[in-house]
């Protein structure tokens, strides 16, 4: 179970991300200290490099002054002082003889580094060399210079301190940078999953989903993160889906509810029908009814692919250039006579040269749905008003009022809803989807289509369209 949760552990994000996290932390301190040990090791090097030259000008004017013999009892004081295994000389001449040396019993393993004498010999002032002792760690730090002209000296300084310092660095590095890394790691592992716990909400709540609940929501801590912003995301397509499923949900029982009532008459009628004796009369009525009803629900129907189709983008209609103006009145013209059936006086205001870009049949069906809808439920003697004027440099609005029964306030939030139909629209024919359709085509032409209602003295329906170009030839008329 234990090596189970490691295993589980392992393929999370936070744990790679702590790993990632780690690496780079010990990467980076390891080249922090590789670059803090040559500077070390550069600065220490560069001090006994200055007291081997410091004593070899000593040497050099104890040569100028008192000669020979003066330079080997300096260097003999020197030597004697730091300690036999600290430093050692040699005098020697330009051919390598020694004529001259400290007591090199400790460093009898050290000899003269030809290539430093020949780099002396051809003019080189002083010449550093770092000798390995055989069968020791130590090493030594060796200057050649001239102190005559045919004296060499070959002075070196034991760098045993300066390692064992070096060497105290190294473990005070390793030590520290254990705990640096444990640290490291607990500090790693807890920011990120810190940081991923927004991705986790997202988890528990797309589970919460997967188990049918559309109301879970992620919580949002509001610390403006890119996991607040994942998270506002992922709400706003929750509530996208929402909306959609619970759309579906009501279409579906809206479309189940609404097609039962004609399929109970279409069976019904021919039950009756054929219940009775032989009649060519009574089968020709059941036809006519039957052939009523099938159109009442291929128009449905129709209607509802339509309103899919357009809501969805899925119509690639080629939008052209349309004279809204003529447009709107030659559909006031078309329901002209109905009005006047029905007492109503209809009236028509639009302002000239009103142009729109987009589907002209589409355009004309919206308006018709309008103008129909308005003719339903305004009473004989009432009034209708259509007006199409411009609202600024770039939009078009187009007011549709009637004096008819009006809406309750309760169900204006509802009258766009597929198959949605009030309480006076139920001795109406109809199947709740005229509104709907009109609302669907003016958004798809980008605009907006608004509604005010008072009980008893009608509602205005109000649609917005962007103008394209005015006083320019329509096309598509």
Same mark, same amino acid.
Request: proline share 2%; with cysteine; charged share 20%.
């Given at each position: 179970?234990?090596?189970?949760?490691?295993?589980?552990?392992?393929?999370?994000?936070?744990?790679?991300?702590?790993?990632?996290?780690?690496? =780079?932390?010990?990467?980076?301190?390891?080249?922090?200290?590789?670059?803090?040990?040559?500077?070390?090791?550069?600065?220490?090097?560069?001090?006994?490099?200055? /007291?081997?030259?410091?004593?070899?000008?000593?040497?050099?004017?104890?040569?100028?002054?008192?000669?020979?013999?003066? =330079?080997?009892?300096?260097?003999?004081?020197?030597?004697?002082?730091?300690?036999?295994?600290?430093?050692?000389? @040699?005098?020697?001449?330009?051919?390598?003889?020694?004529?001259?040396?400290?007591?090199?019993?400790?460093?009898?393993?050290?000899?003269?580094?030809?290539?430093?004498?020949?780099?002396?010999?051809? +003019?080189? +002032?002083?010449?550093?060399?770092?000798?390995?002792?055989?069968?020791?760690?130590?090493?030594?730090?060796?200057?050649?210079?001239?102190?005559? $002209?045919?004296?060499?000296?070959?002075?070196?300084?034991?760098?045993?301190?300066?390692?064992?310092?070096?060497?105290?660095?190294?473990?005070?590095?390793?030590?520290?940078?254990?705990?640096?890394?444990?640290?490291?790691?607990?500090?790693?592992?807890?920011?990120?999953?810190?940081?991923?716990?927004?991705?986790?909400?997202?988890?528990?709540?797309?589970?919460?989903?997967?188990?049918? /609940?559309?109301?879970?929501? =992620?919580?949002?801590?509001?610390?403006?993160?890119?996991?607040?912003?994942?998270?506002?995301?992922?709400?706003?397509?929750?509530?996208?889906?929402? =909306?959609?499923?619970? +759309?579906?949900?009501?279409?579906?029982?809206?479309?189940?509810?609404?097609? @039962?009532?004609?399929?109970?008459?279409?069976?019904?009628?021919?039950?009756?029908?054929?219940?009775?004796?032989? /009649?060519?009369?009574?089968?020709?009525?059941?036809?006519?009814?039957?052939?009523?009803?099938?159109?009442?629900?291929?128009?449905?129907?129709?209607?509802?692919?339509? !309103?899919?189709?357009?809501?969805?983008?899925?119509?690639?209609?080629?939008? $052209?250039?349309?004279?809204?103006?003529?447009?709107?009145?030659?559909?006031?013209?078309?329901?002209?006579?109905?009005?006047?059936?029905?007492?109503?006086?209809?009236?028509?205001?639009?302002?000239?040269?009103?142009?729109?870009?987009?589907? @002209?049949?589409?355009?004309?069906?919206?308006?018709?749905?309008?103008?129909?809808?308005?003719?339903?439920?305004?009473?004989?003697?009432?009034? !209708?008003?259509?007006?199409?004027?411009? $609202?600024?440099?770039?939009?078009?609005?187009? /007011?549709?009022?009637?004096?008819?029964?009006?809406?309750?306030?309760?169900?204006?939030?509802?009258?766009?809803?597929?198959?949605?139909?009030?309480?006076?629209? @139920?001795?109406?024919?109809?199947?709740?989807?005229?509104?709907?359709?009109?609302?669907?085509?003016?958004?798809?032409?980008?605009?907006?289509?608004?509604?005010?209602?008072?009980?008893?003295?009608?509602?205005?329906?109000?649609?917005?369209?962007?103008?394209?170009?005015?006083?320019?030839?329509?096309?598509?008329?």
């Amino acid at each position: 179970m234990f090596f189970d949760k490691i295993n589980s552990a392992r393929r999370t994000l936070a744990f790679r991300l702590t790993l990632w996290y780690a690496l =780079v932390f010990v990467a980076s301190a390891v080249i922090v200290f590789i670059l803090f040990y040559m500077l070390v090791a550069s600065v220490i090097e560069k001090r006994i490099d200055e /007291d081997l030259l410091g004593q070899r000008n000593e040497l050099a004017r104890a040569y100028a002054l008192q000669g020979v013999s003066m =330079v080997q009892r300096a260097a003999s004081f020197y030597a004697q002082a730091a300690g036999q295994k600290k430093v050692f000389y @040699r005098l020697f001449y330009q051919s390598g003889i020694v004529f001259s040396s400290s007591n090199m019993a400790y460093w009898k393993e050290i000899g003269i580094d030809r290539n430093a004498v020949e780099m002396i010999l051809a +003019g080189h +002032g002083f010449v550093y060399v770092t000798h390995a002792v055989p069968g020791r760690h130590e090493k030594v730090r060796v200057i050649y210079a001239r102190i005559g $002209k045919t004296i060499l000296l070959q002075m070196g300084i034991s760098m045993e301190e300066a390692e064992r310092l070096l060497q105290a660095y190294k473990k005070i590095f390793a030590t520290t940078m254990s705990g640096l890394l444990l640290l490291a790691v607990l500090v790693g592992w807890f920011m990120a999953r810190r940081a991923l716990s927004g991705v986790g909400s997202l988890t528990r709540t797309a589970r919460q989903i997967s188990a049918r /609940d559309l109301d879970a929501r =992620v919580p949002v801590s509001h610390r403006h993160s890119e996991i607040d912003m994942l998270a506002h995301t992922f709400n706003q397509m929750l509530d996208r889906i929402q =909306v959609l499923v619970t +759309g579906t949900r009501q279409m579906n029982d809206n479309i189940a509810h609404d097609l @039962r009532s004609p399929i109970a008459r279409i069976r019904g009628l021919a039950e009756i029908t054929l219940s009775g004796p032989p /009649d060519i009369e009574a089968y020709r009525q059941m036809s006519e009814s039957t052939i009523e009803e099938c159109d009442r629900l291929l128009d449905m129907i129709n209607t509802m692919l339509t !309103i899919s189709r357009t809501e969805a983008g899925v119509d690639p209609s080629a939008h $052209k250039i349309v004279d809204f103006s003529a447009l709107v009145r030659d559909a006031c013209d078309l329901f002209q006579p109905l009005a006047e059936d029905k007492s109503i006086a209809l009236h028509c205001q639009a302002e000239a040269d009103l142009n729109v870009c987009g589907d @002209r049949p589409m355009l004309q069906r919206m308006v018709a749905n309008l103008i129909d809808n308005a003719l339903k439920y305004t009473e004989s003697g009432g009034r !209708i008003s259509v007006a199409l004027a411009a $609202k600024g440099d770039d939009t078009v609005r187009l /007011d549709i009022a009637d004096s008819g029964v009006g809406i309750q306030a309760g169900e204006l939030p509802k009258i766009f809803d597929r198959f949605y139909r009030g309480d006076h629209s @139920r001795s109406q024919t109809g199947a709740g989807l005229g509104l709907s359709l009109a609302r669907v085509i003016v958004r798809s032409h980008g605009g907006q289509l608004l509604v005010q209602s008072e009980p008893g003295k009608g509602s205005v329906f109000s649609v917005e369209l962007p103008v394209i170009f005015q006083g320019q030839d329509s096309v598509g008329e």
